[in-house]
């Protein structure tokens, strides 16, 4: 088993496990495959392609060619927490298309995911997902690291982490900041520190709601005991105290449920 593939995300987490794939197993053969969503932060970008030179391999870049929006246009539907299309289709479903095309020998390769020793659960899914080819996670292994500790071996390397996670406060760097699988206090955070993408998502939103000619949303409010839909609207015409500031949800693309998995 001579290649790797790192799936390289333009998170911190992933960078920490491609460096120690490289570390352990060299660069000769080493893939760092970055699945692009088309709507990412242009930081995001930067960090990729100075991570992937202080690692060394290849670094990858595919895309389905749709945005999150023209792929719920596509299938008719609106992703939410219950359900994410753009993850499979734009995530997954690449990735495994990009594996099986240049790695038809499950044998011949190893898959790396950056997830980290509190994940295991998410890691026990995602090798069901890609049986037969062999996955794993070397930030499972000790010494297990902080974020602190990944930040001070980016410094080390002389490279900044992302903009959004690292000065803006975000759990992620993916889709520019919002994510249809996040809650009311991260669309409330991007309200804050990034209101022209919040705007974005809005109108988008607010498109698919025409489009579909349903009462649906990303976001769901539950006070009072019920159930229904919350658009971004709403959550921005609303006083902070009256949404759920502790409701930040998880953007988890490569983080399989299966259940949902169609």
């Known amino acids: 088993m001579n290649n790797h593939v ?4 333009g998170g911190v987490s992933s960078w920490a496990c491609a460096h120690r794939v490289a570390e352990k197993y060299g660069t000769d053969n080493l893939t760092l495959l970055f699945t692009d969503t088309l709507i990412e932060d242009a930081d995001l970008y930067r960090f990729l392609e100075e991570g992937a030179a202080a690692i060394g391999g290849q670094l990858v870049k595919i895309a389905d060619g749709r945005t999150p929006w023209e792929v719920f246009r ?5 992703g ?9 289709i734009l995530k997954r479903d690449i990735a495994k298309k990009y594996i099986h095309e240049n790695f038809p020998q499950p044998e011949d390769v190893r898959l790396w995911l950056g997830m980290n020793w509190d994940e295991e ?5 995602s090798k069901r997902f890609w049986e037969p080819y062999r996955m794993d996670s070397l930030l499972m292994e000790k010494p297990w690291l902080t974020q602190g500790q990944m930040h001070d071996l980016l410094a080390a390397h002389g490279i900044a982490p992302p903009r959004l996670t690292a000065s803006l406060g975000f759990p992620h760097n993916n889709c520019g900041g919002g994510c249809v699988k996040a809650g009311q206090a991260h669309f409330r955070h991007l309200l804050k ?4 993408v919040y705007r974005e998502w809005e109108n988008n939103e607010q498109e698919m709601r025409e489009f579909l000619d349903k009462d649906v949303s990303i976001l769901r409010d539950r006070t ?10 709403e959550l921005r015409e609303r006083e902070s ?3 759920d500031l502790t409701d930040w949800g998880g953007c988890g693309c ?9």
Request: some cysteine; glycine content about 6%.
């Open 254 to 262: 490569f983080a399989v449920d299966e259940e949902n998995d169609d």
């Open 224 to 233: 009072g005991g019920t159930t229904k839909p919350l658009t971004l609207r």
């Open 6 to 9: 790192v799936f390289f995300s």
């Open 193 to 196: 520190t990034l209101p022209d």
């Open 241 to 243: 105290g009256q949404c």
């Open 80 to 88: 939410n927490t219950r359900a994410d299309p753009c993850s499979r």
């Open 74 to 78: 596509d299938v008719k539907y609106l």
């Open 121 to 125: 659960d998410r890691l026990v899914r």
